[in-house]
């Protein structure tokens, strides 16, 4: 539900932009500048926003950021009122970059999440399920933002974001708890959680007891303090096994930005397609998104239940997601014809969702008592993509006139990120707890 409503909010100003921009006269540059103002606090904010998972708890720092995205939306609903007309384009940017801030936290928290309330066997499903989310928020919301956009205005289109965006953060506050304060979870289900390898309590803390105490939101992994959080960051980058991670997941996340970024604008440069012909058509790649990222989880779970190798459960969906994405992007390179081009792209988006394990591997690999921290350097690194591939696209597009190189490098995404996981990631397996940093004693002179 989170993560929908994050998506939700994300894609507003996308199907906005068309209205908004003529109310307010704005150039496309400027809109270039809006749509990316997002990523930069988004990839800036994941470490701390991970600290602040690990010492506040997630139900209160995911519900605080879910706000805190409905008071966005307004501010960008008051940038078409008159009294903020001289300002409209300041105050959208401001919302913008708030935005991105207030949503980092999702990288860490849902790391977390997946590491406490779901044993191993588990975790594919919850994961898989988790990441196919943006592509179920694109093909529900999109359509009902557009229809209010058309017929009420884009301001009541923002102002209804703001409205999910409070009762999405009133339900989860409400309902989210960790397992060790949830009262109905039965004893059984508490020992099933333990012995499938649920994080419970089982990692040291690192902080005085006290801090817990006051906190019982917190889960049991405890966090990284801002004096040690250089040591704690060199020690993840320091295993080739993370480094090959990082970089696979960027990788792969370079691809939904393509489709975010790009993929309606290729539709209609490319293939000459209509505004409304190429909106229909890319529904079909996002569902086979969703359908994709849906089925991998249990895929992956199922293999590792008949295997007991957590590297075949987890890195086979890879291996074949990324080919069939590899496959579907160097065929749009030899037809043109828009019913195979939605069929090929249908086939690439599918294996992205197949391929995408994130979360599932931030649960199954990260230090027990840096969970928050990793999940949200993973994301930090990830989200990179979200700044660099649409420049790198605009100038290949802009440079050759044509799509043609641009599917080769999302071609080429792929099958690095197949390279990291064979190559360098080796066998998978959960990393030692990160070991406090040392402590530094000054003397007076």
């Known amino acids: 539900m989170t993560l929908a409503m994050a998506s939700a909010e994300r894609s507003g100003l996308s199907v906005a932009a068309p209205e908004l921009s003529s109310a307010l006269q704005l150039s496309p540059s400027d809109l270039g500048w809006l749509f990316s103002a997002f ?7 994941q470490i701390p926003a991970g600290l602040l998972v690990e010492r506040f708890g997630v139900r209160r720092i995911i519900g605080s950021g879910l706000a805190i995205g409905s008071l966005c939306s307004v501010l960008v609903a008051l940038a078409g009122a008159p009294a903020f007309a001289a300002i409209s384009w300041g105050l959208i940017l401001v919302a913008r970059l708030i935005l991105g801030a207030s949503q980092s936290p999702m990288g860490g928290s849902s790391g977390m999440v997946f590491a406490t309330w779901f044993p191993k066997n588990e975790r594919g499903v919850a994961g898989s399920v988790y990441g196919s989310m943006p592509y179920l928020s694109i093909a529900v919301f999109n359509p009902i933002m557009a229809w209010v956009v058309n017929h009420l205005g884009w301001d009541i ?5 703001a409205f999910m965006g409070i009762l999405s953060s009133a339900v989860w506050s409400t309902a989210f708890r ?5 009262r109905r979870l039965s004893a059984k289900e508490r020992r099933l959680l333990i012995s499938g390898g649920a994080l419970w309590g089982a990692p040291k803390t690192d902080r005085p007891a ?5 906190n019982p939101d917190t889960p049991p992994s405890p966090g990284s303090n801002l004096s040690s959080l250089s040591h704690d960051l060199r020690h993840l980058f320091s295993q080739r096994m993370f480094r090959g991670l990082v970089v696979a997941q960027y990788a792969i996340a370079a691809i939904t930005w393509f489709f975010i970024a790009w993929f309606p604008a290729y539709l209609v440069l490319d293939l000459d397609l209509s505004l409304a012909q190429a909106g229909a058509l890319s529904a079909f790649p996002a569902i086979g998104g969703f359908l994709g990222g849906a089925m991998t989880g249990f895929f992956s779970d199922a293999l590792l239940k008949r295997t007991h190798s957590l590297t075949i459960a987890r890195k086979t969906p890879v291996y074949v997601g990324m080919s069939l994405s590899t496959i579907g992007f160097l065929g749009c390179l030899f037809t043109r014809d828009p ?14 969702g197949v391929g995408t394990m994130i979360w599932t591997l ?3 690999l990260a230090p027990a008592n840096r969970v928050g921290l990793t999940g949200s350097a993973v994301n930090a690194f990830t ?8 420049i790198i696209i605009g100038y290949a597009v802009a440079i050759y006139g044509n799509f043609n190189l641009a599917l080769y490098l999302m071609a080429g995404h792929a099958l690095l990120a197949v390279a990291m996981n064979y190559w360098v990631m080796g066998t998978l397996h959960r990393m030692q ?8 004693h000054t003397t007076r002179p």
């Open 210 to 214: 006290a801090l817990n105490d006051d």
């Open 383 to 390: 989200n990179l993509s979200g700044i660099f591939t649409p």
């Open 339 to 352: 019913t195979w081009i939605a069929l090929l792209m249908t086939i690439a988006f599918f294996g992205k």
């Open 178 to 182: 960790t397992p060790q304060q949830h």
């Open 157 to 161: 289109c923002f102002l209804m974001l």
């Open 39 to 45: 990523s930069w606090t988004y990839v800036i904010a």
């Open 362 to 364: 931030v649960g199954d």
């Open 433 to 440: 707890d990160i070991p406090n940093a040392p402590l530094t």
